[in-house]
């Protein structure tokens, strides 16, 4: 069975840059034609979708955050990794790795979640 795990600091100060990093076992992330993607998860926004890396390495972000995301992947570890820079109190919230079997298919797969809090 595929799992997920993500792993970072449970706080970060605002202005700085929040990293988050996956682990998955059970199927690797190059394989066709799965995509990795971050999804958040706060009390005023509900779900949102951050942005996902695909098994060619490819990436897309949600364009409201675009300039300010960046996910990268490490094949030989199997993780991809999230970062999100000059944060603000409105990042907090619980981020979670999933996987995509297809582009749109819908995620299938997911991490438990780990909560990031935005605070001086």
């Known amino acids: 069975q595929v799992q997920l795990q993500e792993s970072g600091p449970g706080l970060v100060k605002p202005s700085q840059t929040l990293s988050l990093t996956c682990t998955v076992s059970g199927g690797s992330i190059t394989t066709s034609y799965y995509t990795w993607n971050w999804i958040r998860q706060s009390p005023g926004k509900g779900l949102e979708w951050v942005g996902a890396?695909?098994?060619?390495?490819?990436?897309v972000y949600d364009p409201s955050l675009k300039s300010r995301t960046s996910i990268s992947r490490d094949t030989s570890k199997n993780q991809f990794s999230l970062q999100l820079s000059s944060v603000t109190p409105e990042d907090t919230a619980v981020y979670y790795c999933?996987?995509?079997?297809?582009?749109?298919?819908?995620?299938?797969?997911w991490g438990k979640g780990t909560l990031v809090t935005v605070s001086s």
């Open positions: 890396i695909a098994y060619d390495g490819n990436t």
């Open positions: 999933a996987r995509d079997p297809w582009v749109g298919f819908g995620m299938d797969y």
